[in-house]
């Protein structure tokens, strides 16, 4: 499997990024924000944007809400951006959020949830699901419709969403119209699949980060593991989950357990619409601004969005 030769060109001229364990986090975290925002976002029309925060778990949760052109009510999609449940903020994956907003004519509320190691699981979701339900609460106020709202997330962000679904499933509200899984791989890697060995040294995700992620994030991995909020592939039923589009990278270490959750879904008798993107690698949506890739891969999950909240 050959990696896409723009994105292949892009590393070639890159240096090579440090591994996550062998830097201090902050020094990571800040490594990850300057790349990422260095990055040219997707050039689409957007009505507004604003920083607030909501009540959280954990205290005051910082969130942004992205506005659509036109005349609302609008759908409602709830956002999760990737970086191992360690890095990532509301502006390094701005411009995932900015896609999803106008190509699915649909407010975006992007989360800003805790991050490890100083807040362990399962602080990551329950930040999610409470921004999720203030969403629901409070959707006409910020001229949402609550009867259509989705879930989406990236990466660590996709699993955050996966969960939430299953969250809103049990609770009975909000009755969610779609899930859009980006590379979420939705399990701990206690199995090594065949992408995993292949891509074990990236590009870009290496087996080493996964583990580091993972060993921040849970403080018991052997118990943790197991429970579905952090390995949503393992809860007792997928039946009645919100139809779900599951978009992986070709060359992904995580890409076959993003896609065993696509079949799990299935399998349970949920809508899916799985799609592999050729060439592409861990992250690439963050890439809408330029490469052909992501932006075929959004324009296929706001598509799927469109189709779901016009049922």
């Known amino acids: 499997m050959t990696v896409d030769p723009q994105i292949a060109a892009m590393l070639a001229n890159a240096p090579e990024f440090p591994t996550a364990g062998s830097i201090p986090v902050d020094v990571l975290r800040k490594a990850v924000r300057d790349s990422s925002t260095a990055i040219p976002g997707p050039n689409v029309p957007i009505a507004a944007v604003e920083d607030r925060t909501i009540p959280g778990p954990g205290g005051e949760l910082p969130i942004r809400l992205y506005t659509p052109v036109g005349t609302g009510p609008f759908p409602i999609v709830v956002y999760f951006h990737g970086g191992g449940w360690v890095v990532g ?18 407010i975006v509320v992007s989360v800003d949830y805790r991050l490890a190691p100083e807040n362990p699981f399962p602080a990551a979701i329950e930040d999610a699901w409470a921004a999720t339900q203030w969403a629901y609460a409070n959707a006409r106020e910020i001229g949402g419709d609550p ?6 997330g990236d990466s660590a ?18 009755a969610l119209r779609a899930q859009v899984l980006f590379y ?19 590009p870009i995700l290496r087996r080493e980060d996964t583990m580091y992620f993972w060993s921040q994030y849970l403080t018991d991995p052997e118990r943790e593991q197991h429970d579905f909020r952090a ?8 039946a009645g989950l919100a139809p779900a589009f599951v978009g992986t990278a070709e060359c ?8 065993n959750y696509g079949q799990k879904l299935k399998d349970a008798g949920v809508e899916v619409d799985v799609q592999r993107y050729k060439g592409m690698i ?20 706001n598509t799927f969005l469109k189709r779901q909240f016009a049922k």
């Open 231 to 238: 390995s949503p592939l393992r809860a007792e039923s997928h």
């Open 252 to 259: 992904d270490p995580s890409r076959d357990d993003a896609e």
């Open 184 to 202: 979420g791989a939705c399990n701990y890697p206690s199995v090594e699949t065949p992408s995993a060995k292949e891509y074990a040294n990236g």
């Open 157 to 174: 962000g996709g699993s955050l969403a996966a969960v939430s679904a299953i969250f809103a499933r049990d609770a009975g509200a909000p």
């Open 89 to 106: 903020d509301l502006d390094t994956q701005d411009m995932i959020a900015r896609g999803l907003c106008a190509g699915s004519e649909s």
């Open 282 to 301: 861990h992250g690439f949506v963050s890439w809408v601004g330029f490469l052909p890739g992501a932006q075929q891969a959004m324009a296929d999950a």
């Open 147 to 152: 009867e259509r709202m989705g879930v989406a």
